[in-house]
């Protein structure tokens, strides 16, 4: 049984940090790109292009940040909420 807690562990460690590292870089490339986005789409005249380049951006933006994020608390908080309750389950259920 401690083998298969050890493995749901890991589990939810290692999609704790591929989510936050995913993130992590989403939010890099917005920041390293926003003079670009500033120059090409709010400083020239309103077009269709410019409209899907900011609908794709914030797009993403919005999926990073909501995947932290979830029903308002931090993705880190869920899951070792998560750990507690199935400790608590295989110990009631060891007894």
Do not use: C
């Not at 807690?5 to 591929?18: E, L």
């Amino acid at each position: 049984m401690s083998s298969d807690f050890a493995s749901d562990v890991s589990q939810t460690i290692a999609s704790n940090i591929a989510t936050f590292t995913t993130s992590a870089l989403v939010f890099y490339d917005y920041l390293i790109t926003l003079d670009q986005e500033v120059r090409t789409v709010w400083q020239q005249k309103f077009s269709i292009v410019s409209l899907l380049i900011v609908s794709t951006r914030w797009t993403l933006i919005l999926q990073a940040a909501s995947s932290l994020l979830p029903n308002g608390q931090i993705r880190y908080m869920i899951s070792h909420d998560q750990t507690w309750k199935a400790l608590k389950m295989k110990s009631n259920a060891a007894a």
